[in-house]
């Protein structure tokens, strides 16, 4: 399912942002048809009372511009400010097996929901439903339960604080903790491997660190696509001289010259900035042996006499060292050099970098999480860090860039599948009900139960989560098997149409609009990837009298599936000052004073302990965790065996696909393409652009099999494939995942190519 247009490939030789980013904004802009309504709005997006950005999550810079938002940032708002509209007539006229016939792209561009709808089987057609019938399909369904942990509840990374507070709240008085969330899909093994290292699931870094850093490292996240503000402080750290080194299988534009669209200069005189000052081009799932290279130099060096170490804080903050100096000192080079594809002079001369820097920050993407090891990955990339004192000073620390702008907050306050005993025990002395203590399911456990029938009822607080998820044709199957699905959602997607025997569409008010309540308007919080906190208002008349904001229906789902419930919702559904104070009242180290903190124009900083060199582990030190060998993933003995690593094009955020290019890497009208390096093109006997199709490489017995795919031949490492998702999303076993963490290794899945 293409855009109709030719498809063709031209290689992106320009600086990344400049004026392709600024005529990409004005594009999108007048394609949704709100070229005045929303440049006026993207003038207070990221602004002291203004909205937040509904894209990535990355912080607002602390000096004040004229503008704070990027390309990807005003596509996000173009797409859902647009004029269009999905309308009860839309619906009478597509059934839903017509309509699961479109493309992602298709369903994405007919715009806004305009009021509940649900499915009649009868027909084959999404039906008006008034938002009190809604709500009471929602409760009679939950309400017949014969379990509360056979329903599944979802949350996205775009729900605000308040309304994701609330739906902890509810689900743990329904009775389960299954929360499958968009984390366990990206950046769950932050939150699950750095805690037993240094005592948090977040980043220890705030921006400002970012101008003190005396070394940057960009480990697995493409930067101008998927956070570009970023660039900014990567620009500004390479004017000062300071070296970037950026790991990736693939050579990301922005990451090797970058014009800042800001700088009137650079714009008027057509200059740019090269930003990498080493480029590591890692063979897919190579960033262990990387590490430990890194790691390797380091001991060598100590043990030939020179001090390389921070051994004062070391001493006084971590334990366990030995067995990384043992493990690090047991590495073949050979071997390091095979697994990760790089030279070993190169290693060497990373390690250089790492060593002669007294404040180094590593930032990371999903590169390194969506692996099968990927939680033991980050804690070796803390144990990097750790060997140099990186934590508690200016310029050094963990930074992982999550990409859903308030995917760190929903975690933060509640939407978890394995929640504390403390945080438990606070939810029953502020709510007054036994919460359950036994863990629920996690993204990939909510499908296997879909599959075996033991969950009956999936409700899906924004996202896409049937097109997110890996194993897609299971997954449709998994959906498909229940008795009721819920969309709470601003657009049409591909969930709407794969649905249980009952479904609704419930559409919400947005974050650029405003939220109206009975006590008059309110605003919502949202925390970055660096733990700032800060306060949403939304600028825009709603795209219809009849959508209703997600804190109301979170509300109104409570008030139907739980009709003795002793928690005010009513009141919660008007006043969202007083679910800051419940939030307050859960966390009272974190949130105390939750409402006036919040009223300063930048927000606050949630305190993370490793900053003040405090760990909150079990020991009470940052611990040195080691993982044995060199592999993150199963070793495949195939010798025709290919790692395939799915990507996000430029024009698209997570599953919304803002259309066919991928500007940066020279693909227009296509996204079925296979980016492959030369020689590998070679030794199967295929050309460029001949069509072919992948098979995985699994030993469940499940035939996976994409088709219609082009080859491009792309600079990646011997061995590595590259190609977009949700498209490859098919290839991915459901059970090919991080055990720690329950996230896809979306990264590196054994495939094979084979003749189309």
């Known amino acids: 399912m293409g855009n109709g247009k030719t498809p063709y490939y031209k290689a992106y030789n320009a600086p990344a942002g400049g004026w392709g980013a600024a005529a990409a904004t004005a594009k999108v802009l007048m394609q949704q048809s709100v070229i005045v309504k929303g440049s006026e709005a993207l003038l207070k997006m990221n602004k002291p009372g203004g909205f937040k950005c509904p894209s990535c999550?990355?912080?607002?810079?602390?000096?004040?511009?004229?503008?704070?938002?990027?390309?990807?940032?005003?596509?996000?708002?173009?797409?859902?400010?647009?004029?269009?509209?999905?309308?009860?007539?839309?619906?009478a006229e597509h059934s839903v097996t017509e309509l699961m016939e479109q493309s992602d792209y298709w369903l994405e561009m007919q715009g806004r929901l305009t009021e509940p709808m649900r499915y009649d089987a009868a027909t084959d057609h999404y039906v008006p439903c008034s938002w009190d019938d809604a709500f009471a399909l929602i409760g009679k369904h939950l309400r017949g339960l014969e379990s509360p942990h056979q329903a599944e509840f979802y949350t996205s990374g775009r729900t605000p604080n308040e309304a994701a507070f609330l739906y902890s709240i509810f689900v743990r008085e329904f009775g389960t903790n299954n929360f499958p969330d968009c984390s366990n899909m990206c950046h769950e093994p932050t939150s699950r491997g750095l805690p037993p290292a240094i005592g948090v699931g977040k980043g220890t870094v705030v921006l400002e660190d970012f101008d003190h850093a005396e070394a940057i490292f960009v480990i697995g996240q493409n930067t101008g696509t998927n956070s570009p503000r970023m660039m900014t402080n990567l620009v500004?750290?390479?004017?000062?001289?300071?070296?970037?080194?950026?790991?990736?299988?693939?050579?990301?534009?922005?990451?090797?010259?970058?014009?800042?669209?800001?700088?009137?200069?650079?714009?008027?005189?057509?200059?740019?900035?090269?930003?990498?000052?080493?480029?590591?081009?890692?063979?897919?799932?190579?960033?262990?042996?990387?590490?430990?290279?890194?790691?390797?130099?380091?001991?060598?060096?100590?043990?030939?006499?020179?001090?390389?170490?921070?051994?004062?804080?070391?001493?006084?903050?971590?334990?366990?060292?030995?067995?990384?100096?043992?493990?690090?000192?047991?590495?073949d080079w050979a071997e390091i050099v095979e697994v990760s594809g790089l030279a070993e002079e190169q290693i060497r001369r990373c390690a250089e970098i790492y060593i002669r820097s007294n404040a180094t920050i590593i930032c990371y993407g999903m590169g390194l999480?969506?692996?099968?090891?990927?939680?033991?990955?980050?804690?070796?990339?803390?144990?990097?860090?750790?060997?140099?004192?990186?934590?508690?000073?200016?310029?050094?620390?963990?930074?992982?860039?999550?990409?859903?702008?308030?995917?760190?907050?929903?975690?933060?306050?509640?939407?978890?599948?394995?929640?504390?005993?403390?945080?438990?025990?606070?939810?029953?002395?502020?709510?007054?009900?036994?919460?359950?203590?036994?863990?629920?399911?996690?993204?990939?456990?909510?499908?296997?139960?879909?599959?075996?029938?033991?969950?009956?009822?999936?409700?899906?607080?924004?996202?896409?989560?049937?097109?997110?998820?890996?194993?897609?044709?299971?997954?449709?199957?998994?959906?498909?098997?229940?008795?009721?699905?819920?969309?709470?959602?601003?657009?049409?997607?591909?969930?709407?149409?794969?649905?249980?025997?009952?479904a609704l569409i419930l559409p919400v008010v947005a974050r650029s609009e405003r939220f109206i309540t009975g006590l008059g308007e309110q605003f919502v919080t949202i925390e970055d990837s660096m733990s700032n906190v800060s306060a949403s208002r939304g600028v825009l008349e709603p795209a219809s009298p009849d959508l209703m904001p997600e804190v109301e229906i979170v509300c109104r789902m409570a008030m139907a599936a739980l009709p003795d419930s002793k928690t005010d919702w009513a009141r919660y559904a008007d006043d969202y000052a007083a679910i800051r104070d419940k939030i307050a009242e859960v966390y009272p180290e974190i949130y105390e004073g939750f409402n006036q903190k919040i009223q300063a124009p930048n927000g606050f900083h949630l305190d993370v302990a490793p900053r003040r060199l405090v760990w909150k582990t079990p020991n009470g030190k940052a611990n040195f965790l080691p993982l044995p060998g060199l592999h993150v993933n199963a070793v495949v003995d195939d010798p025709a065996m290919l790692r395939l690593a799915t990507v996000r094009s430029h024009d698209q955020f997570n599953t919304t696909i803002y259309s066919y290019n991928d500007r940066y890497r020279g693909v227009y009208n296509d996204r079925m393409v296979l980016f492959m390096n030369a020689q590998d093109i070679a030794d199967r006997g295929l050309v460029e652009g001949q069509k072919v199709a992948l098979e995985t490489i699994s030993t469940d017995g499940i035939p996976r099999r994409v088709e219609g795919l082009s080859v491009l031949d792309y600079p990646m490492p011997r061995g590595a494939i590259a190609g977009y998702y949700p498209e490859l999303n098919p290839l991915i076993p459901l059970d090919y995942y991080d055990k720690t963490s329950g996230t896809p290794a979306a990264k590196s899945v054994p495939v094979r190519v084979v003749a189309a």
């Open 57 to 91: 999550a990355f912080p607002d810079q602390a000096c004040e511009k004229l503008f704070d938002f990027c390309e990807n940032g005003a596509k996000a708002l173009a797409h859902e400010a647009t004029k269009f509209r999905v309308t009860r007539e839309f619906f």
């Open 236 to 331: 500004e750290a390479r004017k000062r001289g300071i070296p970037i080194v950026a790991v990736n299988p693939m050579p990301e534009r922005a990451l090797i010259r970058f014009t800042e669209p800001q700088d009137i200069l650079q714009m008027a005189t057509f200059g740019s900035t090269k930003v990498s000052s080493e480029f590591v081009h890692i063979k897919i799932g190579g960033d262990l042996a990387f590490i430990k290279g890194i790691m390797k130099v380091m001991f060598e060096r100590e043990a030939a006499g020179e001090t390389v170490l921070d051994h004062e804080f070391i001493r006084e903050h971590t334990v366990g060292i030995e067995a990384i100096r043992e493990d690090a000192l047991a590495q």
């Open 369 to 502: 999480t969506q692996h099968q090891l990927g939680s033991q990955l980050l804690q070796q990339v803390a144990s990097l860090l750790l060997l140099k004192g990186n934590y508690g000073k200016p310029g050094a620390g963990i930074s992982p860039i999550r990409g859903h702008s308030n995917v760190q907050g929903d975690r933060t306050v509640g939407i978890d599948e394995r929640p504390s005993p403390e945080y438990l025990d606070r939810v029953r002395e502020v709510f007054g009900f036994e919460p359950p203590r036994d863990w629920g399911h996690h993204t990939v456990e909510s499908v296997e139960a879909m599959l075996d029938g033991s969950a009956k009822v999936f409700i899906g607080m924004g996202g896409n989560f049937v097109r997110a998820v890996p194993d897609t044709e299971r997954s449709y199957a998994a959906m498909r098997k229940l008795d009721l699905t819920v969309g709470i959602a601003t657009k049409l997607n591909r969930g709407h149409m794969v649905h249980g025997k009952d």
